[in-house]
């Protein structure tokens, strides 16, 4: 009689958390306390009205949210939304546990690819992030790394995200400095979708915004937030919450006010329209009070963000996380340290989206080469998150058998199909050291450098996809959105 196997759990992906759920329940009560009770600063009018009507207290620009409201709004969150390529595939499943990572936007300095220098951005570098953020296979969205220096003021939103999608087929998490600009963005991805119905069926692009951290929803902010919602238009909003400076020094403070600030977006969203998508989270690490630098790089930001990843599960939210960054000023073995320990506590708690891969000088730097060399720190992680396949194959006891002892094991059927589910580097060191040394000695920076520019002088990208009239299309977004600047006085 065969025997059957019960209460056998199936364990691929490992993961790890902060909080008991205890103290889950704790932080989230508090979240509804400060909602409530403090309330959060939101700067405008149509928004407050909004609030005001479903029951929330007004007192200037000040708004009290009811916990009843919070938790309505989570009940009408969606289970699952999917962002597409601007071809019609699926790319992105935001669903819990699914990790995706990519850079982060608007920086002020660039690395440049040839000459290695800190510089101003430039537009021709939205391109530089696009193609080779295309080219690498562990980047799953992609942001611009920069804020361009050399387009019209009030235009870079637009000239950013109009080169980025022409040059990727990685979705993009576009950002915008106010309505105006979100609607140029959304022209835009409807061109590359193939109109409004398709991009509602086809979402090809996720909108980010920020709240002011402590607590304040600024006019644009929440503006764009309600542009999105009214569209569907998927989209973040997170704070970039400094511990001890914007927020409580203590961990669980500082996740209590982060949760409330992001949850005031959730909140309006779903009453605009229940069963958008919106994510939380954002960037969640401590000032340095001896240099009053943010510090990307601190130990703190992994529990940080990993608590707060816990806690947008909790409440059934998608998490917005960071990770690959570094506060020291160019890709070297501090950044590798800072970066992989980032990287590897964002794939186990979960996080959804992972950003800002290729900060560096404390989120005032874009360098691509970290970029790279992120994501081959993310193609590690990743099979510590695949864990161990535990099967009637993979425990292999007839080929133990026949190979018994003092044998070996390279000419086995066996080994010919699973050894090529073994992770392979394309920039760590195997080699001997004789072949090391006829290659010519060359040091994982060397070849971070070197695998950078190969792409960028070879990686064609899917530019040449692009029909000519949708390219058309585009230019005549951002000649509008010039000409609305100019006329404007933006």
């Given at each position: 009689m065969a025997s059957v196997r019960t209460n056998y759990t199936i364990n691929r992906?490992?993961?790890?958390?902060?909080?008991s759920e205890d103290q889950?329940?704790?932080?989230?009560?508090?979240?509804?306390?400060v909602l409530q009770d403090t309330g959060a600063d939101v700067h405008h009018e149509g928004a407050r009205e909004i609030f005001k009507k479903h029951g929330c207290k007004i007192d200037g620009v000040r708004v009290r949210i009811p916990p009843k409201l919070v938790r309505q709004a989570l009940q009408c969150l969606p289970l699952m939304t999917t962002i597409f390529d601007w071809e019609?595939?699926?790319?992105?499943?935001?669903?819990?546990?699914?990790?995706?990572?990519g850079p982060g936007p608007t920086l002020v300095y660039y690395?440049?690819?040839?000459?290695?220098?800190?510089?101003?951005?430039?537009?021709?570098?939205?391109?530089?992030?696009?193609r080779v953020c295309d080219a690498l296979n562990n980047i799953g969205f992609v942001e611009g790394l920069i804020s361009i220096s050399d387009v019209p003021r009030g235009t870079e939103d637009v000239y950013e995200f109009a080169d980025m999608i022409q040059n990727t087929t990685t979705p993009i998490m576009a950002w915008a400095f106010h309505r105006g600009g979100a609607k140029d963005l959304h022209r835009i991805g409807c061109i590359m979708a193939g109109g409004e119905e398709a991009f509602k069926k086809k979402p090809n692009y996720i909108l980010y915004s920020?709240?002011?951290?402590?607590?304040?929803?600024?006019?644009?902010?929440?503006d764009k937030l309600m542009y999105c919602a009214e569209q569907g238009i998927p989209q973040d909003y997170s704070?970039?919450?400094?511990?001890?400076?914007?927020?409580?020094?203590?961990?669980?403070?500082?996740?209590?006010?982060?949760?409330?600030?992001?949850?005031?977006?959730?909140?309006?969203?779903?009453?605009?329209?229940?069963?958008?998508?919106?994510?939380?989270?954002?960037?969640?690490?401590?000032?340095?009070?001896?240099?009053?630098?943010?510090?990307?790089?601190?130990?703190?930001?992994?529990?940080?963000?990993?608590?707060?990843?816990?806690?947008?599960?909790?409440?059934g939210l998608p998490m917005f996380g960071t990770s690959g960054c570094t506060d020291t000023k160019t890709m070297e073995i501090q950044s590798g340290i800072e970066a992989a320990l980032s990287i590897h506590s964002s794939m186990l708690t979960g996080a959804n989206f992972v950003h800002d891969n290729g900060y560096t000088e404390s989120g005032k730097t874009g360098d691509i080469f970290q970029t790279v060399m992120d994501d081959e720190i993310i193609g590690m992680a990743r099979v510590i998150e695949d864990g161990l396949d535990v099967s009637e194959e993979s425990l292999?006891?007839?080929?133990?058998?026949?190979?018994?002892?003092g044998g070996h094991y390279l000419y086995e059927d066996h080994t010919m199909k699973w050894f090529r589910k073994h992770w392979r580097p394309s920039l760590m060191d195997r080699q001997s050291y004789e072949d090391?040394?006829?290659a010519g000695r060359t040091t994982m920076k060397e070849r971070i450098i070197n695998k950078t520019r190969d792409i960028l002088e070879n990686y064609e990208g899917p530019i040449n996809k692009v029909p000519g009239e949708v390219r058309k299309d585009i230019q005549q977004v951002v000649d509008d959105a010039v000409a609305r600047v100019e006329r404007e006085g933006l």
């Open positions: 992906s490992p993961r790890f958390s902060f909080l889950k329940e704790t932080i989230f009560h508090g979240m509804l306390k019609g595939n699926p790319r992105i499943y935001v669903e819990e546990n699914r990790s995706y990572f690395r440049d690819p040839y000459t290695l220098e800190r510089r101003q951005c430039l537009r021709e570098d939205a391109t530089t992030t696009a920020e709240p002011i951290s402590p607590l304040v929803s600024d006019f644009h902010a929440i704070p970039c919450a400094i511990g001890g400076a914007t927020v409580p020094a203590t961990h669980a403070g500082q996740i209590v006010v982060a949760l409330s600030e992001s949850m005031v977006g959730v909140v309006l969203s779903q009453l605009i329209n229940p069963g958008t998508c919106i994510i939380l989270g954002g960037v969640q690490a401590p000032l340095d009070m001896q240099r009053a630098i943010y510090s990307y790089g601190a130990p703190e930001l992994n529990p940080l963000c990993g608590g707060l990843t816990e806690m947008a599960r909790y409440c292999a006891l007839d080929v133990i058998n026949n190979v018994g002892s090391w040394d006829k």
